[in-house]
């Protein structure tokens, strides 16, 4: 099964702003449903966001506002802009396909660490 690849994580203070970014095999990845997801220590795995192959979006109501999902179909990837990160952000980032062209395993995951 393709496993995605997530990228862009790091240490960021409390205001900050990272963009993650997730890609995998395969010329279609970034046409699909594509979801970001992330999981906090002890915690269970979240939907941050959703995007639809029509471009449309649903947010966790924790996030909304502060983070935006894109693509860009010529580079097959969708990026995760988060915008006033807060603490609470802290977690491990995971983007995922979930169909119509192709459906992804679950990748590595990108660190995110919000923190003073």
């Known amino acids: 099964q393709v496993q995605p690849v997530e990228s862009g994580g790091g240490l960021v203070q409390p205001g900050g702003s990272l963009t993650l970014s997730c890609t995998a095999s395969?010329?279609?990845?970034?046409?699909?449903?594509v979801t970001w997801h992330r999981q906090a220590p002890g915690k269970q795995r979240e939907q941050v966001v959703l995007?639809?192959?029509?471009?449309?979006?649903n947010y966790l109501d924790s996030v909304e506002g502060r983070f935006t999902i894109s693509r860009d179909n010529a580079k097959n990837t969708v990026y995760l802009q988060m915008n006033s990160l807060k603490p609470e952000d802290t977690a491990v980032y995971y983007c995922?396909?979930?169909?119509?062209?192709?459906?992804?395993?679950w990748g590595q995951g990108t660190q995110v660490t919000v923190s003073s």
């Open positions: 395969g010329s279609m990845f970034s046409h699909n449903v």
């Open positions: 995007i639809n192959t029509s471009g449309g979006t």
């Open positions: 995922k396909a979930n169909g119509p062209y192709i459906v992804t395993s």
